[in-house]
Antibody, heavy 122, light 106 residues
């Protein structure tokens, strides 16, 4: 059975960084993409970027360029998302999601992690 | 950036009703569109991909249509389990989600 299991909740100070992990099981990790999506309390979904777990190709939307880094460890079937220079507006639930990929493009997100709450507060 | 606009933002309906949610893209996305259902405190769940393809395990009362810039999600006969928030997503150029449509019980 396919699962994406994320790391636990985090509380961070403004200006700090947070690293969230996403461990995959039940499928061949390197044949799919992993995306990161966040959701502020009571708000909608916001896409943060993706990685091709096979070749390591990454892409980020303009608003997160320079602040988000997505990596993967194929030996551990795990993807990571680091968000730096945290501010209160980054308080959100962060999700990883799997998507089929053909290299540099991807399909819809067919499996999601359970979400990780990140709270940024002084 | 491609913007996605859903309407309505909130929809009140009863069990057994047929409901339709609309999603408009700011430029053509062909059929690179997905629909998700999200319940409170849970991750989104894929319903429809490529605008009209039903994800495995999703009830057939859900259907999607459209291409280019106009898309719809239709639920043919609402069931109690369907009251949730629905999001559209484009994935032709990076990815963007609509703002969501909350489907509530009338």
């Amino acid at each position: 059975q396919v699962h994406l299991v994320q790391s636990g909740a985090e509380v961070k100070r403004p200006g700090a960084s947070v690293k969230v992990s996403c461990k995959a099981s039940g499928y061949t990790f390197s044949t799919y993409a992993i995306h990161w999506v966040r959701q502020a309390p009571g708000q909608g979904l916001e896409w943060m970027g993706w990685i091709n777990a096979g070749n390591g190709y990454t892409k980020y939307p303009q608003r997160f360029l320079g602040r988000v880094t997505i990596t993967r460890d194929t030996s551990a079937s795990t993807a990571y998302m680091v968000l730096s220079s945290l501010r209160s507006e980054d308080t959100s639930v962060y999700y990883c999601a799997r998507a089929p990929t053909s290299g540099y493009s991807f399909d819809a997100f067919d499996m999601w992690g359970q979400g990780t709450m990140v709270t940024v507060s002084s | 950036d491609i913007q996605m606009t859903q309407s309505p933002s909130t929809l009140s309906a009863s069990v057994g009703d047929r409901v339709t949610i609309t999603c408009r893209a700011s430029q053509s996305i062909s059929t690179w569109l997905a629909w998700y259902q999200q319940k409170p405190g849970k991750a989104p769940n894929l319903l429809i991909y490529k605008a009209s393809s039903l994800e495995s395990g999703v009830p057939s009362r859900f259907s999607g249509s459209g291409s280019g810039t106009e898309f719809t999600l239709t639920i043919s006969s609402l069931q109690p389990d369907d009251f949730a928030t629905y999001y559209c997503q484009q994935y032709i150029s990076y990815s963007t989600f609509g703002q969501g449509t909350r489907l509530e019980i009338k």
